[in-house]
């Protein structure tokens, strides 16, 4: 896995912001997209307050099968989250 700096996993949560709020809510994720969209904006502000490593239960919700991927494939942007969640593991590896 390649080394990740906090100013991309920020870019990549942040476009995951951006594909969220186009998108609709998935029948199979646990979460609404607002919900998802709070989460991944409390985590930048976390991340650009203090580049800390990157809190497990926001991987779990890219993992696969999680509410951001099933999201993802119900709104036809699974390759923007793939991209996203290759990012945000690579951060949390190295933090």
Same mark, same amino acid.
């Given at each position: 896995?390649? *080394?990740?700096?906090?100013? %991309?996993? +920020?870019?990549? $949560? !942040?476009?995951?912001?951006?594909? @969220? =709020?186009?998108?609709?809510?998935?029948?199979?994720? *646990?979460?609404?997209?607002? %919900?998802? +969209?709070?989460? $991944? !904006?409390?985590?930048?502000?976390? @991340? =650009?307050?203090?580049?800390?490593?990157?809190?497990?239960?926001?991987?779990?919700?890219?993992?696969?099968?999680?509410?951001?991927?099933?999201?993802?494939?119900?709104?036809?942007?699974?390759?923007?989250?793939?991209?996203?969640?290759?990012?945000?593991?690579?951060?949390?590896?190295?933090?």
């Amino acid at each position: 896995m390649t *080394s990740c700096q906090p100013d %991309e996993a +920020i870019n990549a $949560l !942040q476009t995951c912001i951006g594909l @969220l =709020q186009a998108s609709e809510d998935s029948p199979y994720s *646990s979460l609404t997209t607002a %919900e998802l +969209i709070v989460i $991944l !904006q409390q985590a930048v502000s976390m @991340l =650009q307050q203090q580049p800390v490593k990157i809190h497990p239960d926001l991987r779990v919700l890219f993992a696969p099968t999680g509410p951001m991927q099933e999201t993802a494939i119900g709104n036809d942007w699974p390759s923007d989250f793939e991209v996203a969640t290759s990012i945000i593991n690579a951060y949390a590896s190295d933090g």
